[in-house]
C-alpha cells in the first residue's frame, strides 16, 4: 500500500480507537432458554412477532419448541423462513412486507447468522423506511431504534447475537456488504445448546472456526482493550478445547454450551475491536460464490498469519502459551509458529481444505477490489494490504488447475 494510504487508514483507525470509549456499546442480555421468552414480551406489552428463520432451520424442528412456547402464551407470530445463506436485500425486503403485512411488533431470529443479520436489516429498514438498504452500508448509517430483536443462534460462530453488524448481499450484483449501527445489537440472546444439537459436523467445524477467526482477528488487531483482549482469548481456548468434541460428537451438549459461549464472547471481542483482511477476502467469496463463510475464514486465517510476520509474533505467541502449547520463555517467532502449526493441525483434523475451487483467476481483480473497499481504512489490521497485494491472497488458496498441453 502506498505511504499516503497508509497513513490515510491508520489516522481514521486512530479517531475510531479514541472514540471506542465513548460510543454507545450495549450487550445483549443473555438467556438460556426459550421457554423464558413469553414473559419477556408480555412485560414489554408485545403480542405479535416476526420470526425470521430459513427452511433448514424449521425443517429440522429447531423453531418448534419456541413456536409452541409462543402460541401457548397467545402470542401471535409470522414467519419468514425464506433467508439464504448469504441473506440478499431480496430477503430483507420480503421480510419487511411481512412484518408490516401482519403489524409486528419485534423480531426473534433463529438461526446462524445468516437469519440473525438478515433480521437486524429488517430492523433497519424499518427504523429507516426511507433509506435503502446500499445507503446504510458502513458505519453508523442507521442511527435510529430499530423493533426489538431476539436473537437465537442456532450455530456457535457468527457472534451476530452479540454484534452490530449485519452483512447483506445485493440480489443484483452479488457485492457483499456490511452494515454497522449500534442500533443493530440484539436487545437478547438465547444461549441455548440444545438448538445446537443437530447441526452436522462440518457446520459444527467451519462456524466453530468462524468464531476462532473473528477471536484471533479481534486479538491481532490494533485496537484492542483490556476487556476485548481478555474475551478473545477466553474464546480462543474454548474454542480449541471444544471444537473438536463438538466435531466428533455433536450430542456432547457441555462442548456445545462452551462453543456458544465461545462465539459469544469473540463476537462481543470483534464488536469492539474489529476484524480484519480474512473477513473482508471471506464476505467477497460469499458475495460471488456463496462460499460458506466460516469455511472461507478457515482457509484463509492460516494464510494471513503467515503474511503478516513479526508483526504478530508477539500476540500469536501469547495464543500459543495461553493455550499451553508454548513455554514464556519461547521466543515471539517461535510462539508464533506454534501457534499456526496448531491452527493448521486442528483445521486438517476438522477436514477442512487448503484451498477454494470456486475461484476464478478473472474474478479475482474485483473481488480483491471489494475487499480493499470493505477493510480499508476502517479495520485495524496488523499490516496493511491495497486491492492489488490482496489479490495475492486469492491466488494463494486458489485451487491450482493444471491443464495438458495440447
Ligand atoms: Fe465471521
Redesign the pocket.
Known amino acids: 500500500m502506498k505511504f499516503f494510504q497508509r497513513v490515510y487508514c491508520r489516522s481514521v483507525q486512530m479517531v475510531f480507537r479514541c472514540a471506542l470509549p465513548f460510543l454507545p456499546y450495549s450487550e445483549p442480555k443473555v438467556i438460556d432458554h426459550v421457554s423464558e421468552l413469553p414473559r419477556i414480551l408480555h412485560e414489554r406489552g408485545i403480542s405479535r412477532i416476526l420470526l425470521v428463520t430459513d427452511r433448514r432451520i424449521r425443517e429440522y424442528g429447531i423453531t418448534r419448541v419456541l413456536e409452541t412456547e409462543l402460541a401457548a402464551c397467545q402470542i401471535f407470530y409470522a414467519v419468514y423462513d425464506g433467508t439464504l445463506t448469504n441473506p440478499t436485500t431480496q430477503n430483507v425486503e420480503d421480510a419487511r412486507k411481512l412484518y408490516c403485512d401482519t403489524d409486528c411488533q419485534a423480531m426473534i431470529a433463529v438461526g446462524g447468522?445468516s437469519s440473525i443479520d438478515c433480521a437486524k436489516a429488517v430492523g433497519a429498514r424499518i427504523a429507516r423506511p426511507k433509506k435503502s438498504l446500499q445507503a446504510m452500508k458502513g458505519i453508523l448509517k442507521v442511527r435510529k431504534k430499530i423493533p426489538l430483536l431476539i436473537a437465537i443462534p442456532t450455530t456457535a460462530?457468527?457472534?451476530s447475537e452479540t454484534t452490530l453488524a449485519a452483512v447483506i448481499t445485493d440480489a443484483k450484483t452479488r457485492h457483499k456488504y456490511p452494515i454497522n449501527d449500534f442500533a443493530l445489537i440484539p436487545r437478547y440472546t438465547v444461549l441455548d445448546p440444545e438448538v445446537t444439537r443437530t447441526l452436522p459436523p462440518d457446520i459444527t467445524a467451519t462456524t466453530g472456526l468462524?468464531?476462532l477467526?473473528?477471536a484471533v482477528e479481534a486479538f491481532i488487531g490494533h485496537s484492542t482493550t483490556r476487556q476485548t483482549r481478555k474475551k478473545a482469548i477466553q474464546a480462543v481456548k474454548l474454542i480449541f478445547e471444544n471444537i473438536q468434541e463438538a466435531y466428533r460428537d455433536g450430542n456432547n451438549m457441555q462442548a456445545r454450551k462452551n462453543m456458544l459461549k465461545a462465539a459469544y464472547l469473540a463476537g462481543a471481542a470483534f464488536s469492539k475491536s474489529y476484524?480484519g483482511y480474512v473477513?473482508a477476502v471471506?464476505h467477497s467469496l460469499g458475495g460471488r460464490y456463496n462460499t460458506p463463510?466460516?469455511l472461507a475464514?478457515a482457509v484463509l486465517l492460516p494464510v494471513f498469519l503467515e503474511a503478516y510476520g513479526e508483526t504478530v509474533y508477539q500476540k500469536l505467541w501469547r495464543l500459543a502459551v495461553e493455550l499451553g502449547i508454548v513455554e514464556r520463555r519461547t521466543s515471539y517467532a517461535q510462539g508464533a509458529g506454534a501457534f499456526i502449526e496448531e491452527l493448521v493441525r486442528l483445521e486438517t483434523n476438522l477436514k477442512i481444505p487448503k484451498t477454494l475451487k470456486e475461484i476464478c483467476p478473472e474474478d479475482i481483480p474485483q473481488l480483491a477490489q471489494y475487499a480493499s473497499q470493505e477493510a480499508n481504512p476502517l479495520y485495524p489490521v496488523p499490516k496493511l494490504y491495497d486491492a492489488e497485494e490482496l489479490a495475492m491472497f486469492y491466488e494463494a488458496v486458489m485451487e491450482k488447475r493444471i491443464y495438458a498441453a495440447g
Open positions: 447468522g460462530g457468527t457472534g468462524d468464531a477467526t473473528h476484524v473477513h471471506a463463510h466460516g475464514n
